[in-house]
């Protein structure tokens, strides 16, 4: 079975620091890694994915994640804030063939000006 | 863009009324999804739909819900008699189907939220 812990249900930085989000995950087999980003009032919009190959993935808005297998971790990170990246944050897992996707509870993410 | 859309995005109803929650799925997408998200947990996987019929479904979707594809462009999730641990957001998804990569990108409307009293 397959499960994700994000540490933090709130997160704040200021403007121009750097964001870090924790996912460690959970499963028994090679897992697909997801980070979506939920603004105010909208859909849950995928923000980038690790499927295979390389660990290091990029995603919009220059958000990146490293999927380190060794400590089952999927962190998502930014070198600097911007305001517009407050939102809530979700990372997700699923495996080859299946129809649903594992959420962890979610990260809120506060920027200071 | 193309996006997924639900209706209403908030809805109230007592207990033990029925309630039916509308998603307009991507238009070329085959596979339909319903998550739901109780206030302060997980986002949860409720049931996927394809072909017209059930593909998967969690424990949570019991025989008080339903789903329904009921023309070519709505996707319905009901509740029969609602109780009030179903107060929740409900999030409606859809995708186009397998990639070769092996996983299959689900695309979220903005959610309905659902308050039973």
């Known amino acids: 079975a397959q499960s994700v812990t994000q540490l933090g249900s709130h997160v704040s930085v200021s403007e121009g620091a750097l964001v870090l989000l924790r996912c460690n995950y959970s499963?028994?087999?090679?897992?697909?890694l997801f980070w979506y980003v939920q603004y105010p009032n909208q859909g849950l919009q995928l923000l980038l994915k690790y499927t295979t190959g390389a660990t290091l993935v990029k995603g919009i808005n220059g958000f990146e994640a490293e999927f380190k297998k060794s400590e089952t971790s999927f962190h998502l990170t930014k070198p600097s804030a911007h305001m517009s990246d407050a939102a809530e944050y979700f990372c997700?897992?699923?495996?080859?063939?299946?129809?649903?996707?594992?959420f962890g509870t979610g990260t809120r993410l506060t920027v200071i000006p | 863009e193309p996006e997924v859309t639900q209706t209403p995005s908030h809805q109230v109803t007592q207990m033990g009324q029925e309630v039916i929650l509308r998603c307009v799925p991507i238009s070329n997408h085959l596979y339909f999804y319903w998550y739901r998200q109780i206030l302060g947990q997980k986002v949860e996987f409720l049931v996927s739909f394809y072909n017209n019929e059930i593909s998967e479904k969690s424990e949570i979707f019991d025989d008080q819900f339903s789903v329904e594809r009921p023309d070519g462009s709505n996707f319905t999730l009901k509740i029969r008699s609602t109780k009030l641990e179903d107060s929740a957001m409900y999030f409606c998804a859809s995708s186009e189907g397998w990639t070769s990569g092996g996983y299959n990108e689900q695309f979220f409307g903005p959610g309905t939220r659902l308050t039973v009293l």
């Open positions: 499963s028994s087999v090679p897992p697909y």
């Open positions: 997700a897992v699923s495996v080859s063939g299946a129809n649903n996707l594992f």
